[in-house]
């Protein structure tokens, strides 16, 4: 839990519980967003569901919840538990096969992040959950005015689509399950949106970058 008094949250700070039973994947992820999400408050730190359950600040308004847990109750009885109070849920496993992906979205979470992942984007795909662009970040504070950007770039279809989930904080596992094709046609169409940024010299390397892009040309809106 960080510096802020967990009972009455700052305006415009959205509470967080996080359910790990590994302290040290506990300890470096709360330690993680204190210091570099001021817009998140880790109300909760539990290792164990029916502790997250019982405690005070239950339901936050997203939880962090790894997959397997040593209670016997399912990641679905714990996601539609969050879900029928209101909680948004974000799932962490080292597990991030297509078929562990897929019971966790068909499940009811908003999103799936494999332990594998840094921190840094964990983070981010909480704030797309959650509809909030980074504070302070000057390069997300310039995307968030309107803006026109001038450009021959035409996708096709398949590659607009995969480009709005991309950008909105799906992986490419994900993107590839909802749009119903494989990994390799998912990475292979965000390489050609890539290279056609890159063709007007329009950084879209990094999935951040790529995300700015995708925010300046309305494919966010």
């Not at 700052?10 to 330690?31: K, P």
């Not at 993680?32 to 290792?47: E, G, Q, T, Y």
């Not at 921190?119 to 026109?148: C, F, H, Q, Y």
């Not at 329009?202 to 999935?207: L, P």
Request: glycine share 6%; with cysteine; net charge negative.
């Amino acid at each position: 839990m960080n510096g802020r008094d967990a009972g009455t949250p700052s305006v415009g700070v959205h509470t967080v519980g996080i359910v790990d039973d590994h302290e040290l994947m506990l300890d470096g992820l709360c330690t993680w967003i204190d210091a570099n999400a001021p817009a998140l408050d880790v109300v909760i730190r539990s290792s164990s569901w029916s502790e997250m359950a019982r405690h005070t600040a239950f339901p936050p308004d997203v939880v962090l919840m790894d997959l397997q847990l040593k209670e016997p109750i399912s990641v679905e009885a714990r996601v539609r538990i969050c879900r029928s109070v209101g909680t948004t849920v974000v799932v962490m496993s080292a597990l991030d096969d297509p078929d562990t992906v897929r019971r966790v979205l068909d499940a009811g979470a908003a999103a799936f992040v494999s332990k594998a992942r840094p921190a840094k984007e964990l983070v981010e795909t909480v704030m797309n959950v959650l509809g909030l662009r980074r504070p302070g970040d000057a390069a997300w504070d310039e995307v968030s005015r309107p803006r026109v950007v001038s450009t021959s770039i035409r996708f096709t279809e398949d590659e607009e689509e995969t480009l709005r989930l991309y950008a909105s904080g799906h992986s490419p596992v994900e993107v590839a399950m909802i749009l119903g094709t494989n990994i390799q046609a998912v990475k292979n169409a965000l390489e050609r949106v890539r290279r056609q940024y890159g063709s007007e010299g329009r950084q879209a390397d990094s999935k951040h970058d790529l995300m700015l892009r995708a925010a300046e040309d309305g494919y966010l809106a």
